[in-house]
């Protein structure tokens, strides 16, 4: 018996998923990083979305950019250019050459998950949703980047426009987006599973089914594949569903139906 063929019988066959017992605990172990990675793919495909969304909106502003030079510390525009505020579904834009906005009026002016971007007078700001991510990731919401300073000295509209263009994100930064989305996913994995281990592991010993804690564990994870292959399409269709609830309580069913061809013990005798 080996991984694909409990995989297989996961999905047409419980009866015979008692047999995990025998499986080498690595192995477990690697097909719950398979899990892992099946329940991955949707949250990955959101944050691929969000930062494509957030390059075509970064195009969207460039388009309405006029002429700017940040020279000297300074932010030089034609004398009668105007400052003005764009909002797409992912940024909100404020470009001030007059001096009339500052940080603080990005921030306010966010809605929702929307990123606040802005070249101001004499700074470059950005502010992001006000979350607990942020603040854990980043150590705060809100950054500025001074003209004075020099880093952004020669940035001009027609070279932002054409990074804009031709910007596209690297193999290498997607695997580790989509590294860093399955470590948690993994983990919420192996508690679910856990649960699921308890609650089968209590209900082999009032069956008096002859099965270890470790025989438990070992069967829910292969019970558990039906239930994150429909945690994982869920996913792909309502992007808040939470699926907790759903892995266990189904996974458990399965676990009931899959410990039928067990041996069990003799009652005590009264």
Not at 154 to 183: H, R
Not at 214 to 230: E, G, N, Q
Not at 251 to 261: H, T
């Amino acid at each position: 018996m080996n991984s694909f063929t409990l995989f297989k019988h996961s999905l047409f066959q419980f009866t015979d998923l008692h047999q995990a017992k025998k499986m080498s605990f690595w192995k477990v172990i690697l097909y719950v990083i398979f899990l892992s990675i099946i329940l991955a793919l949707p949250i990955t495909k959101q944050i691929f979305s969000i930062m494509q969304d957030i390059k075509n909106d970064g195009q969207k502003i460039a388009a309405k950019l006029p002429d700017f030079k940040i020279i000297d510390g300074k932010l030089d525009t034609a004398t009668n250019v105007e400052g003005f505020i764009y909002q797409t579904n992912s940024i909100i834009f404020t470009f001030d050459p007059e001096g009339k906005r500052s940080l603080s009026d990005v921030t306010t002016d966010l809605v929702g998950n929307a990123v606040g971007l802005g070249f101001l007078q004499d700074e470059f700001v950005v502010a992001l949703p006000n979350s607990g991510a942020a603040d854990s990731l980043l150590g705060a919401n809100q950054f500025e980047i001074p003209y004075s300073k020099g880093s952004l000295d020669g940035l001009n509209s027609k070279d932002l426009k054409e990074s804009l263009d031709e910007a596209s994100v690297p193999f290498w930064i997607k695997l580790v987006i989509f590294v860093f989305t399955l470590y948690p996913t993994f983990i919420n994995l192996i508690i679910n599973l856990l649960m699921i281990t308890i609650g089968a592991n209590l209900y082999s010993k009032i069956r008096l089914y002859n099965l270890r804690f470790l025989d438990c564990l070992k069967i829910s994870t292969y019970c558990a594949t039906l239930p994150v292959i429909f945690s994982s399409i869920l996913h792909f269709i309502n992007r808040s569903f939470d699926d907790s609830f759903l892995i266990v309580f189904v996974s458990l069913l399965i676990f009931f139906i899959a410990i039928r061809k067990e041996e069990r013990k003799e009652p005590p005798l009264a």
